[in-house]
């Protein structure tokens, strides 16, 4: 998510440069700096991950990964299972209902956790994070 979003972000800067810096080493060399911030940012989240994945903390290291797994289940449930299940049961048991799962806040709250692990590793590479859970 955050790969396709830094892709989004250096495709509109390159528009911007192409309009507005019209000296092709400079643009390039901007263009340069812009996809190199972009790798160590990468970079930064891989080795974010790293260190949470391997924190003795069960609320440290569990919480996101447990979150992440209800949700691609759920979403796995909405938009795989369910239907073929509702099928089924059309064809087989078509006296059965099938039950409603609310999954409206699915993308919501799995869009939220992407979005908070981004804020999370922007502090720490920043050097500004708070650890005060131990």
């Known amino acids: 998510m955050v790969l396709g979003i830094a892709e989004a ?8 440069l192409d309009k507005f810096v019209e000296d092709k080493d400079l ?3 901007l263009n340069h700096e812009l996809k190199t911030q972009v790798q160590q940012a990468n970079m930064a989240q891989i080795e974010v991950n790293k260190v949470q994945a391997s924190h003795p903390s069960i609320f440290v290291a569990g919480a996101r990964p447990a979150i992440m797994w209800i949700c691609a289940f759920g979403l796995g449930w909405q938009f795989v299972f369910q239907p073929v299940c509702s ?6 048991s078509p006296e059965l209902a099938m039950p409603i799962i609310p ?3 699915l993308m919501t709250l799995t869009l939220s956790l992407l979005g908070l692990g981004g804020m999370r590793s922007f502090e720490k590479s920043k050097g500004i994070q708070r650890n005060n859970l131990k």
């Open 103 to 105: 999954t409206e806040g």
């Open 27 to 29: 643009r390039a060399k």
């Open 9 to 16: 972000v250096v495709g509109v800067v390159d528009n911007v």
């Open 87 to 92: 099928w089924a049961m059309a064809i087989w």
